[in-house]
């Protein structure tokens, strides 16, 4: 079946500092992959999406590019801030296009 | 905001309870997907609706049920609660024509 695994955390960087969470998948066919983010006591919110192979999703400084050669989608933020301290999933719209399927999730504490 | 509602927002209740969490779909949205999110099995789908209809199913225990009323607003029923039942529960509605899901805040419930 499909799944998602992406790096442990937490991270923790310094604001400013350059952010990598890392993400692969395995699924056929040739899934949708999202990015989402949780807020401390909010839902989940979508980031970013691409939806074919080398499509590059972009939404508030983040980015991921669509891999399919190494079936990854990282997610990077070039300067982050201490706003984007929050929990970071990947997840995957798989073939059989009935639900997403998520990775455990990624925490990022981002100091000042 | 997401434009999805979930009620209630907390909820505390003890083993062998019974309790009804809901959800309402942005407007125009016809579908619903519940997921569970737990600290040890991280965030699982449960459970889908289409215009009333079941469309497909996750790990979703049996003592779980859902429906998906004319009004296109969902309930999902958790009885005989158990301990492990404690987690944060969010309904999700699907933008058809991409496969983007819109998750609404969350009911985080405590089993004691």
């Known amino acids: 079946g499909d799944s998602v695994t992406q790096m442990e955390g937490p991270v923790t960087l310094s604001e400013e500092a350059f952010l990598t969470i890392n993400c692969t998948y395995t699924?056929?066919?040739?899934?949708?992959l999202f990015w989402y983010v949780q807020y401390p006591g909010e839902g989940l919110q979508l980031l970013l999406k691409a939806t074919k192979a080398d499509d590059k999703g972009s939404n508030k400084g983040f980015e991921a590019t669509y891999r399919k050669e190494t079936t990854s989608f990282h997610l990077e933020k070039g300067s982050v801030q201490v706003s984007d301290s929050a929990v970071y999933f990947c997840?995957?719209?798989?073939?059989?296009?009935?639900?997403?399927?998520f990775g455990g999730g990624t925490r990022v504490l981002v100091k000042p | 905001d997401s434009g999805v509602t979930q009620t209630p927002k907390h909820l505390i209740t003890a083993t062998g309870q019974r309790v009804t969490l809901r959800c309402s779909p942005r407007s125009g949205d016809l579908s619903v997907y519940w997921y569970q999110q737990s600290l040890d099995q991280g965030l699982q789908f449960l459970i889908q609706?289409?215009?009333?209809?079941?469309?497909a199913k996750g790990n979703i225990l049996e003592r779980f049920s859902a429906q998906q009323f004319p009004d296109l607003h969902s309930e999902l029923n958790l009885s005989s609660l158990e301990l492990g039942d404690s987690a944060l529960y969010f309904c999700?509605?699907?933008?058809?024509?991409?496969?983007?899901?819109?998750f609404g805040p969350g009911t985080r419930l405590t089993v004691l």
């Open positions: 997840a995957l719209w798989g073939a059989a296009g009935n639900k997403l399927t």
């Open positions: 999700a509605s699907r933008v058809r024509s991409n496969n983007e899901q819109f």
């Open positions: 699924a056929t066919g040739y899934p949708s």
């Open positions: 609706y289409y215009n009333g209809e079941e469309r």
